[in-house]
C-alpha cells in the first residue's frame, strides 16, 4: 500500500521518537569478499568518520569529478587545485583503478561502465557498521556530517528535508551543521532538528536583535521545545560546540555552517530571523575557552567553509587539530597539514554525493593528539552490500504519494503539481525522459553538459535571447548512451527556490554580472569567495582572465553566432533561482523536463565554455572543451 506524504511525516515522527523506524543492520550485511579497501585496521584510539554533502542522494549514483578547478596565488597547485592525472600523481593512485575512478574525471565514462555507481545510503551504512566494529565498536567512533545533506533530491524537496533526517539517524550520524538545511522554513528547520537524534552545532548563526526584541520568534522556539534558542544573551540559536566521549577521550567538536549562508541564498523567505559569518575572532575565543575551562584532550571542527577557507582558518587559529570540511565537495584522500602559531592543524573534505566516506583515526595520550591517520574511502557500490534496513526505509520511503500538501516553491501558484498528484515518489522519478548521447555532468569552475540541458531550455521557455544559471556544485551525473530519468534531472535542480523568470538587460549589465561572479570566485583571498562556480551562461561565449583583478577578467563577449553584445542594447535574459524576488515562470526541473521529453535522443550541438586565459600552465585545469589562450 503507497502511504501518503502525511502518513510518511507521521510514521517519521512516531519512528524518530520511540525508535521504530532507526534499525541497524543484522549480522548479515557484512562487506563483500572484494571490497578489502573498507577494511581498515584501527591505529589511533579515538576514529572519527566523516560525511558531507550528501544533497539528498539516498540511493547509488553517478558523479563526475572536475577537470577544471582552479587556485591562483597561495593556491596555485595546491590541494583541492589539483585535477586529474596531476592528482593521481599528487596521490599516488594507479590510473584506471577504483581510486582514479572515485578521485578524478579520467575515463569517466569506461570506468563508470566497469566499477558502476557510487554511494547509496545503504551501502554508507554497511561501511560505517564495519568501521565501527573494526574500531572496538560504536563507542570508539564519532560519526560527524558536513551539512548540505538535507537538500539535492526531488523526495527531499518533497518530504521539506523529513527524508534526509532518518536517513541519517539510520546511519548513526552524532553531529552535524547546516548550510541548504536552512533553505527551508525556520520552522521546518527546527522540526527537522528536533526529529534527528545528534547535536546540530553553529557557533557561527547569530538570532537578529530584530527577532529577539519581539514576541513571535520566541513564541516559534518555544514551540519547538526551545530549539532555536540555545542561548537568548549571547544571540546564539544552535549549540557552538559539543563534548563527546569518543574511546574514553573527550573531544570537543565545534559546529561551523556556511558563513555567506545569508549571501548566497534567499533569507527574508526562509530564515528572516538569523545571521551567518566566518567569525574567526569568535572561533578562536571559542577554542581558548574551551582549551582553558573544559580541557579536552581533543578539538576538531565540523565546517562547511570550503575547504580554501578552511585552510585560511587552520592557519589562523590556534587548538584546532583537525578541521571536517564540506562545502565545495573536493574529494580529497590526502589531508593538508596547516601550521599555525600553536602547531598543526590538518584540514580535509570528503567529497559529495555520498561518494566518500572520511576516516581518521587519532592516537589520543596525555589529554593530547600525539599523531592521526586518515583514509578517504571512495564507496564504490557494486562492492558492498546494502544494509537491509536502510534499502527498507528508503523503499517504503519512496512509495509515499505526492498529495496536496506537497510545497514545490515559494510561489503559491506553482507550489503543488497536479500533474504529479497521487502518484508515487518512485513513479514520478523513474520516468524516462530521454537518452543522451553526452555524458552529463556539472562539477567545473566555468560549465557542464548539464548546465548546457538547464540554459536551453530556459531560453526555449522563455524565448530568450541569453540564460543564466548559477554555478551551484551539486548535481549527480549521467553517462554518455544512458537513458536521463526525472531523477536524474531531479538531483540537479531540487531547490526551495526553482522559480524561473526572464528579465530585460543590457549588454553593459551583463558584463558587470559576469564580473561580479568572478571576483566571487576567484578573488585571492578565500574569505572573500562565497563558493560555487562560475554562472553558467547560454547563447553566449566570453573570455575570461580568472589572475585579474574586478573589472578586467571578462572581455569579448559575443553570441553564438559570434556578433558582440553591444553594451548598450537590451536583451532578454531568462534565468531561474532568484535570491532577492521570486520568478513568476515554470519551476526549473519542469522547464528542463519538458525540454529533455522533446530530445528523445539528447545531443547538445554546443556547450557555451567560455575562453580561458593564463592557466596552460596551471594543474587545476585538464583537457578543457574550450579555448586556452
Not at 582552479?70 to 592528482?87: A, D, E, I, M, Q
Not at 545533506?149 to 547546516?178: H, I, K, P
Not at 592521526?372 to 520511503?397: E, Q
Amino acid at each position: 500500500m503507497a502511504l501518503t506524504r502525511r502518513d510518511f511525516i507521521k510514521v517519521l515522527g512516531a519512528g524518530s521518537a520511540v525508535g521504530l523506524i532507526g534499525g541497524c543492520g543484522n549480522d548479515t550485511n557484512k562487506l563483500s569478499s572484494q571490497d578489502n579497501m573498507y577494511e581498515v585496521a584501527k591505529t589511533g584510539n579515538a576514529r572519527i568518520l566523516h560525511i558531507t554533502d550528501t544533497h539528498g542522494n539516498l540511493l547509488p549514483n553517478y558523479f563526475r569529478e572536475p577537470n577544471v578547478n582552479l587556485g591562483f596565488g597561495s593556491t596555485f597547485g595546491k590541494l583541492p587545485h589539483v585535477v586529474g592525472n596531476k592528482l593521481l600523481k599528487e596521490i599516488g593512485v594507479k590510473p584506471d583503478s577504483p581510486e582514479a575512478y572515485a578521485f578524478t574525471y579520467n575515463n569517466f565514462e569506461e570506468l563508470a561502465a566497469k566499477y558502476g555507481k557510487t554511494g547509496g545510503f545503504g551501502q554508507i551504512k554497511t561501511v560505517l557498521d564495519s568501521l565501527r566494529e573494526s574500531a572496538g565498536g560504536v563507542q570508539n567512533t564519532l560519526t560527524v556530517d558536513g551539512g548540505d545533506t538535507w537538500q539535492g533530491s526531488g523526495t527531499s524537496l518533497w518530504t521539506r528535508g523529513a527524508d534526509m533526517v532518518e536517513a541519517c539517524n539510520m546511519l548513526g550520524v552524532n553531529v552535524m551543521v547546516g548550510h541548504w538545511e536552512f533553505t527551508y522554513k525556520e520552522e521546518e528547520t527546527l522540526k527537522n532538528i528536533g526529529f534527528f537524534k545528534g547535536d546540530f552545532l553553529g557557533q557561527n548563526v547569530r538570532i537578529l536583535e530584530d527577532a529577539l526584541l519581539g514576541d513571535k520568534y520566541i513564541a516559534m522556539t518555544e514551540k519547538y521545545d526551545g530549539r532555536g534558542l540555545y542561548n537568548e544573551d549571547d544571540a546564539l540559536p544552535f549549540k557552538p560546540y559539543v563534548i563527546k566521549n569518543v574511546g574514553g577521550h573527550r573531544i570537543a567538536v565545534i559546529g561551523q555552517a556556511f558563513p555567506r549562508t545569508s549571501n548566497a541564498n534567499p533569507q527574508k523567505y526562509f530564515f528572516p530571523d538569523w545571521s551567518f559569518g566566518l567569525r574567526e575572532d569568535e572561533m578562536s575565543e571559542l577554542v581558548a575557552d574551551i582549551r582553558e575551562n573544559e580541557k579536552p584532550d581533543a578539538v576538531i571542527v565540523v565546517s562547511h567553509n570550503g575547504m580554501d577557507v578552511d585552510i585560511k582558518m587552520a592557519s589562523r587559529v590556534v587548538g584546532i587539530d583537525a578541521i571536517f570540511g564540506g562545502h565545495t565537495h573536493d574529494g580529497m584522500p590526502k589531508p593538508v597539514e596547516v601550521k599555525n602559531a600553536g602547531g598543526v592543524t590538518v584540514v580535509t573534505n570528503a567529497g559529495c554525493s555520498g561518494k566518500y566516506i572520511g576516516v581518521m583515526d587519532l592516537d589520543i595520550k596525555d589529554h593530547k593528539v600525539m599523531g592521526y591517520n586518515y583514509k578517504m574511502l571512495p564507496i564504490i557500490t557494486n562492492l558492498i552490500k546494502p544494509d537491509a534496513a536502510v534499502v527498507s526505509y528508503i523503499n517504503k520511503m519512496r512509495n509515499t504519494k505526492y498529495d496536496k500538501n506537497v510545497v514545490e516553491a515559494r510561489s503559491s501558484t506553482m507550489s503543488n503539481n497536479p500533474d504529479r498528484m497521487g502518484k508515487t515518489f518512485d513513479a514520478i522519478l523513474t520516468e524516462k525522459l530521454c537518452t543522451t548521447e553526452q555524458t552529463l555532468y556539472r562539477r567545473g569552475n566555468f560549465m557542464g553538459t548539464w548546465d548546457q540541458v538547464l540554459v536551453n531550455s530556459l531560453r526555449e521557455e522563455h524565448d530568450a535571447d541569453f540564460a543564466m544559471s548559477a554555478g551551484v556544485r551539486w548535481g549527480t551525473s549521467v553517462s554518455a548512451g544512458h537513458d536521463v530519468t526525472m531523477e536524474d534531472l531531479m538531483t540537479n535542480t531540487s531547490m526551495t527556490y526553482g522559480e524561473t523568470y526572464v528579465n530585460e538587460l543590457k549588454g553593459s549589465q551583463l558584463k558587470e554580472i559576469l564580473e561580479g561572479i568572478a571576483e566571487n570566485l576567484f578573488v585571492q583571498d578565500p574569505y572573500l569567495q562565497s563558493g560555487g562556480d562560475m554562472v553558467r551562461m547560454g547563447g553566449l561565449d566570453y573570455t575570461i582572465d580568472p589572475a585579474q583583478s574586478l573589472g578586467n577578467r571578462i572581455s569579448n563577449i559575443v553570441d553564438d553566432e559570434g556578433t558582440a553584445i553591444d553594451v548598450n542594447k537590451s536583451y532578454k535574459v531568462s534565468g531561474w533561482a532568484q535570491v532577492g524576488s521570486v520568478g513568476n515562470g515554470r519551476l526549473m526541473w519542469d522547464v528542463a523536463a519538458d525540454y529533455l521529453r522533446k530530445q528523445k535522443h539528447l545531443n547538445l550541438k554546443k556547450v557555451n565554455h567560455p575562453t580561458i586565459k593564463g592557466v596552460k600552465n596551471n594543474p587545476g585545469i585538464e583537457n578543457y572543451a574550450g579555448k586556452i589562450i
